[in-house]
């Protein structure tokens, strides 16, 4: 009963907590506070939570989708199963039954779905906003897409299996589970290059920080969960292989860094 008061916990804090950070920065930046707006059908526009904003960046102009938010709720969505499978052990797969991961297919889902549609649509301005979230992405999804082809190298290796079929499942299993069960870790890992990204340090001191958190929160998720849901495997050689797959994505591609963080050289034109 603890361990359920805790998750329901963890889960309310983070869709409060999402709800009121982004709306507050919402109605921050769209000017809802304004004293005195003018009855301008361009001013009325500009205003409020569903208005284009006055800077004509916002990614909704044009589109009612943005990637940014497809991934905040693809991480929320992903809370729902990280509860589900946590609480019931119903949902070990020390049972006879499936593990239930729907939510965790969803999520999978709405994160590339997105992604593909912020190519396709040119209205979609998230990665021209969020220069780094390129970065971010690339990162995540080498990880979560790469790591499980070890995992069943390793499997077929030991003659566990060798059947297509059951191939097929392990590595789709590792996809969806690894990444659900490290949504919330992406989002923190994003929160760290949003802030590392925008100060003054060298590219390699940038690339040494991003690299210490995703280590570590790559270590406590798996310390967390796999013992759970996977307790036939050593948590360690887990986080290991996830780990260096995970550093190994972080060192190599390019941070993009936003205009605020790129010195900018000097004016030549002398005022021309």
């Known amino acids: 009963m603890t361990e359920e008061i805790i998750y ?22 769209n000017n809802i506070f304004m004293k005195n707006p003018s009855r301008k059908p361009s001013d009325m526009v500009s205003v409020g939570p569903l208005g284009y904003g006055t800077d004509g960046r916002s990614g909704r ?4 989708f943005y990637y940014v938010y497809c991934l905040g709720a693809a991480v929320l969505i992903a809370q729902i199963t990280v509860y589900e499978v946590l609480a019931s052990p119903s949902h070990l797969p020390d049972n006879n039954a499936a593990p239930n991961y729907f939510w965790f297919a969803l999520s999978l889902f709405l994160f590339l779905v997105g992604l593909l ?8 301005t998230s990665f021209s906003d969020y220069p780094y979230l390129r970065y971010i992405v690339k990162g995540w999804l080498t990880t979560v897409l790469a790591t499980p082809v070890i995992f069943t190298i390793i499997f077929i290796l030991n003659g566990t299996t060798a059947s297509p079929d059951i191939i097929a499942d392990i590595y789709l299993f590792w996809v969806i589970g690894g990444s659900g069960f490290g949504m919330l870790g992406f989002a923190l890992l994003g929160f760290t290059v949003h802030y590392t990204s925008k100060q003054s340090w060298a590219g390699a ?8 958190v995703a280590e570590f929160l790559t270590f406590i998720t798996v310390f967390i969960y796999a013992p ?24 190599c591609y390019k941070l993009e860094e936003p205009a605020s963080a790129v010195t900018e050289p000097p004016d030549t034109t002398n005022g021309e």
């Open 228 to 251: 759970k849901v996977i307790p036939q495997l050593s948590w360690f050689v887990i986080a290991l292989l996830y780990g260096v797959v995970m550093g190994t994505g972080v060192m």
């Open 8 to 29: 329901k916990t963890l889960y309310a804090i983070l869709v409060i907590g999402g709800l009121v950070i982004y709306g507050w920065a919402q109605l921050r930046k």
């Open 117 to 124: 549609n912020s190519y396709l649509l040119k209205t979609d």
């Open 205 to 212: 001191r940038k690339k040494v920080v991003i690299l210490a």
């Open 61 to 64: 102009k044009g589109s009612p």
